[in-house]
C-alpha cells in the first residue's frame, strides 16, 4: 500500500509509464481512428485494473460507497477520458515530443486548480510551476 513515505517513487514511475504511453500511442495509432484507439486502451486498462484490485485483495462492493465518492469518481472518469480522447486526436495528427509536454501543462493547471478549490498553498513551487508553464510553450512553439 502506498504510504506518505514512498509517494515520490510511486509519482517517478507514474511519469516513466506516461512517458512511455506517448511513444506506445504515437506507433499504435498509426492508422487508426484515435477514438477507436482510445477505446481498445480504456478496454486494457479495465481488465488490467480489474485483475491488480482482484490479484492484490482490494476487492470491497463499490456500491456501499458514499455519494460523494461516487460524484467525484465519476467526474474524474469523465475527465479522465475526455482527457484521452483529446491526446490521442492530438498524438495522431502532431509530434509526440510536442504534445506531451502540452499535456504536462496539466501540471500547472493542477497547482492552479487546487489553491483554488482545495486551498493548497503552494509557496516556493510557484517558481517550478512558473519554469515548467515557460517550458511547455518554448517545446509547443514552432520555430
Request: aromatic fraction near 12%; include cysteine; charged fraction near 10%.
Amino acid at each position: 500500500m502506498p504510504t506518505a513515505n514512498n509517494w515520490f517513487i510511486w509519482a517517478i514511475l507514474s511519469a516513466v509509464f506516461a512517458a512511455l504511453t506517448a511513444i506506445f500511442a504515437k506507433v499504435g495509432i498509426a492508422g487508426v481512428n484515435s477514438d477507436l484507439a482510445t477505446l481498445v486502451r480504456t478496454v486494457v486498462v479495465v481488465i488490467v485494473l480489474a485483475t491488480f484490485v482482484w490479484a492484490t485483495g482490494s476487492w470491497s462492493n463499490p456500491l456501499l460507497l458514499p455519494s460523494k465518492t461516487w460524484l467525484f469518481l465519476v467526474l474524474s472518469a469523465l475527465a479522465t477520458g475526455a482527457s484521452w480522447v483529446c491526446y490521442f486526436r492530438a498524438l495522431q495528427i502532431g509530434e509526440a515530443s510536442k504534445v506531451a509536454p502540452v499535456d504536462k501543462l496539466s501540471l500547472v493547471l493542477v497547482a492552479l486548480f487546487a489553491f483554488i478549490f482545495l486551498g493548497e498553498r503552494p509557496a516556493r513551487e510557484w517558481l517550478g510551476i512558473a519554469l515548467v508553464a515557460t517550458g511547455v510553450l518554448v517545446l509547443a512553439i514552432k520555430h
